[in-house]
């Protein structure tokens, strides 16, 4: 299974970027599929996830900023960011779970300057 990321970049705050991520190399269906982030010198921490029934997650930092989305027939999450602050500059993971074990693509480094 392979989960290629694009979408990141360089935006000043209050800008906006819209992350992607497909998946591939699977037939089997993905329950969930989400994106993680990771600051220099701090742990991965969840952004948003959604299953492929439709339930979404949001970390309380992102919610009415950030929109998960997905497509299933494309096997492709999707992340909308809004009213980007400085502190949501990190490298970026896509993660898709396919029965029960975690996958993830490569990072995509999203950088806000204030």
């Known amino acids: 299974v392979q989960l290629q990321a694009s979408g990141g970049g360089l935006v000043q705050a209050g800008g906006s970027l819209r992350l992607s991520c497909a998946a591939s190399?699977?037939?089997?269906?993905?329950?969930?599929m989400g994106w993680y982030r990771q600051a220099p010198g701090k742990q991965r921490d969840l952004v948003a996830t959604k299953t492929r029934a439709g339930s979404t997650n949001y970390a309380d930092s992102v919610k009415g900023r950030f929109t998960i989305s997905r497509d299933n027939a494309k096997n492709t999450v999707y992340l909308q960011m809004n009213s980007l602050k400085p502190e949501d500059m990190a490298v970026y993971y896509c993660?898709?779970?396919?029965?029960?074990?975690?996958?993830w693509g490569q990072g995509t480094q999203v950088t806000v300057s204030s």
């Open positions: 190399g699977t037939s089997f269906p993905i329950f969930g």
């Open positions: 993660n898709a779970q396919i029965r029960g074990q975690d996958y």
